[in-house]
């Protein structure tokens, strides 16, 4: 097991303008058993790749860097570095990022998603 996870910083900053970059920190490889945990780099005008969608657990983030816009329940948010964002299961929502420089970050997912379904489901 290791117990020190850190996120590839340089990754992010040399990964290109337009792309969207996924660091998996913990999960079903890495000896998780309660959750997953991804670093996620979005760019400007990029977002969930399903669209307004739900999850069979709890999807949480953390920002990092950068703004990012959340629709959940109908209302619409900006959310800067510090905010914590909580979607719970099966409550419909999307991200995006609507500024002019990526969105960092951390995205945290329990109980364990089961690797074999679905992680998002379009809606």
Same mark, same amino acid.
């Given at each position: 097991?290791?117990?020190?996870?850190?996120?590839?910083?340089?990754?992010?900053?040399?990964?290109?303008?337009?792309?969207?970059?996924?660091?998996?920190?913990?999960?079903?490889?890495?000896?998780?058993?309660?959750?997953?945990? %991804?670093?996620?780099?979005? =760019?400007?005008?990029?977002?969930?790749?399903?669209?307004?969608?739900?999850?069979?657990?709890?999807?949480?983030?953390?920002?990092? @860097? +950068?703004?990012?816009?959340?629709?959940?329940?109908?209302?619409?948010?900006?959310?800067?570095?510090? @905010?914590?964002?909580?979607? =719970?299961? +099966?409550?419909?929502?999307? %991200?995006?990022?609507?500024?002019?420089? =990526?969105?960092?970050?951390?995205?945290? %997912?329990? *109980?364990? *998603?089961?690797?074999?379904?679905?992680?998002?489901?379009?809606?």
């Amino acid at each position: 097991m290791e117990y020190v996870r850190r996120i590839d910083f340089a990754a992010i900053d040399k990964s290109g303008a337009d792309e969207r970059l996924t660091q998996n920190l913990f999960d079903h490889t890495s000896g998780a058993k309660t959750c997953t945990i %991804n670093c996620i780099k979005t =760019p400007a005008g990029g977002g969930s790749p399903a669209g307004m969608h739900v999850h069979d657990v709890d999807q949480i983030f953390y920002i990092l @860097s +950068g703004i990012m816009s959340i629709e959940i329940e109908g209302k619409q948010y900006e959310c800067s570095p510090g @905010s914590l964002i909580v979607f =719970p299961a +099966g409550v419909r929502h999307r %991200n995006w990022n609507g500024s002019s420089e =990526p969105t960092v970050h951390l995205a945290f %997912n329990t *109980p364990l *998603p089961d690797p074999n379904v679905p992680f998002a489901k379009s809606v």
